[in-house]
């Protein structure tokens, strides 16, 4: 019995004396690590490394100036061929996308009653021929007449204002005949210019009214723009300088225009000009109706401070950039001025440090204040070597 008592206090000593060992191990473990510090490699950032591809400076450059415009393409030439004369519209067989050409028939009003007064103006005419053949012959033997004395002066006056009567009437005659004629002549539908067929406004068979319209005909070869141009800018603007149109359905193919025409005055209820911009269309590609979006280049901007168009970016309406300032990244709002889309800068208005390198590059993640450092380019790295080497 007490052998057992004894046994067991010695295993309650071994556990009470293994538990104080581990505690003492553990402070000691535990005073020795803040006794040696923190971990550098585990408590510094890692510092993001920048190539100078990936940089940019502020520089004063001269900003490209565009002035946009859009409008709808119009022929410059076109007509509406109407009716001259009432009547049966007959021999009528274009139809819409003919080409015509100038003074081509295209089609004949028939009327009656233009036939028949023809016939009566030709008839009129001979009865005034007649008449006027008679007081010819009676002046002539009154001349005779007055000569010999046998008739008085106020008998011949007489005879002689009939004879000139007569051939008043004849000339009037004959100017109907011209004009029954030239009625006969305008029931034929001639086309007044070459081009195609846009619309036909009637149909054959049908019967036209004086001043009908018959059939519109556009000619495709010189097409214009109108477009409307704040008066400010116009100062600018000259006859004769070119511009830069796209047009719907062509996708990236630009086309050369110029302009011809500049309204003198301003719209009614705006502030914009009309300005009329020529564009030669020989192949007829381009058709009316179509819109069209251009630009016409102004003389450049002095220089300015600018950056590339990629270094500026924008979030929640604000403009800003990412800098490297004494190894550390840095966000600056900044404000832009005047885009110059062809040559890729934008003007930044905010006072930036000239020397100062601006990611040029997008990156994502990237973090205010976190440590960066501009990586040298390579023939600077392997230079620093050789003279090392050299050293040695």
């Excluded at 040696?36 to 190539?51: C, E, I």
């Excluded at 940019?56 to 007509?79: C, D, F, I, K, M």
């Excluded at 500049?262 to 009329?276: D, F, H, K, M, Q």
Aim: net charge positive; glycine share 8%.
């Amino acid at each position: 019995m007490t052998f057992r008592m004894t046994r067991r206090r010695l295993l309650v000593g071994l556990l009470v004396l293994t538990l104080i060992a581990g505690v003492g191990a553990a402070a000691v473990f535990r005073a020795s690590k803040r006794n040696a510090g923190p971990d550098p490699a585990a408590a510094a950032p890692v510092a993001l490394q920048f190539t100078p591809a990936d940089l940019a400076y502020v520089e004063n450059t001269a900003l490209a100036r565009w002035l946009p415009v859009s409008g709808t393409l119009q022929p410059v030439h076109q007509a509406v061929v109407k009716a001259k004369v009432a009547g049966d519209l007959a021999n009528f067989t274009v139809r819409e996308g003919d080409t015509v050409r100038a003074g081509q028939k295209i089609g004949h009003i028939v009327s009656a009653d233009l036939e028949s007064r023809l016939v009566d103006r030709v008839g009129a005419v001979e009865s005034a021929r007649a008449q006027l053949a008679l007081a010819e012959k009676t002046r002539t033997m009154n001349v005779r007449l007055l000569n010999d004395k046998f008739i008085s002066q106020n008998a011949f006056d007489s005879t002689e204002s009939s004879f000139n009567v007569a051939r008043g009437n004849l000339k009037s005659a004959e100017a109907q005949v011209q004009l029954a004629q030239n009625a006969l002549r305008d029931a034929d539908v001639v086309a007044p210019l070459s081009g195609i067929v846009a619309k036909r406004h009637v149909q054959p068979g049908e019967k036209v009214a004086i001043e009908a319209p018959i059939v519109t005909i556009v000619d495709l070869q010189a097409l214009e723009v109108q477009a409307m141009v704040p008066a400010i800018d116009v100062p600018e603007l000259r006859l004769g300088m070119p511009v830069e149109l796209a047009v719907d359905g062509f996708g990236e193919r630009r086309f050369q225009g110029r302009i011809e025409r500049i309204n003198p005055s301003t719209e009614p209820g705006t502030r914009a000009i009309l300005v009329y911009v020529g564009l030669p269309n020989p192949d007829a590609t381009l058709r009316g109706g179509m819109f069209s979006t251009g630009r016409i280049a102004l003389v450049a901007s002095a220089p300015a401070p600018t950056l590339p168009l990629a270094a500026v970016r924008n979030e929640a309406g604000q403009s800003y950039v990412w800098m490297i300032d004494s190894g550390k990244l840095v966000r600056r709002i900044v404000i832009t001025g005047r885009r110059d889309e062809t040559n890729g800068r934008v003007e930044i208005k905010t006072a930036l440090p000239a020397q100062a390198p601006v990611l040029a590059a997008r990156f994502d993640n990237l973090k205010d204040g976190a440590p960066a450092l501009v990586k040298a380019p390579a023939s600077s790295q392997n230079a620093t070597r050789n003279r090392a080497g050299g050293a040695g």
